[in-house]
């Protein structure tokens, strides 16, 4: 796809902050008809500037209200592929990256309670090559931002 334009950005930004908007909604708010919203969402879409839509849970209104941050140390070599893999059917771990330092990878992770994050934990270790974890378990969030 070509670079964006200022109205494919707008309507990327209306997206975000409501992605249950109709596309007759965000034309009103991008000047454009509901059919020409529709052919720029579809063409993002194709493209792979949108990659989805999807459905984006509280998980306190679970009750999974105990939060940690874990790093993971490898034995030897691990591709990210393959570590993306291993968490991804994992609920608890709600976002992982690979990072510099002497860790690994950096997980978040959402439980009810400190022995289901146990649980979650020891899944996470057996699930690929890893030498160890350290978690960090957050006491309050400070600042929490939606990311765009």
């Known amino acids: ?67 940690a941050f874990v790093q993971v140390f490898c034995h030897g070599t691990i591709a990210p592929t393959e570590l993306r893999a291993a968490w991804k059917d994992i609920p608890e771990v709600v976002s992982a990256a690979t990072v510099t330092g002497t860790s690994d990878a950096m997980l978040h992770v959402l ?6 994050l146990e649980e979650a934990l020891e899944r996470i270790r057996a699930s690929a090559d890893i030498e160890r974890s350290e978690s960090i378990v957050v006491l309050s969030n400070l600042i929490e931002r939606a990311s765009r």
């Not at 008809?33 to 990659?51: N, Q």
Request: proline share 1%; net charge negative; no cysteine.
């Open 111 to 116: 439980a009810r309670d400190m022995r289901h």
């Open 1 to 67: 796809m070509d670079r964006l334009d200022e109205t494919d950005e707008r309507i990327l930004a209306e997206l975000a902050d409501n992605a249950r908007a109709t596309f007759a909604e965000i034309g009103q708010q991008v000047n454009l008809s509901a059919p020409a919203v529709k052919r720029r969402v579809d063409r993002m879409l194709d493209s792979g500037v949108i990659k989805g839509f999807t459905t984006v849970i509280d998980r306190s209104a679970l009750g999974w209200t105990t939060e």
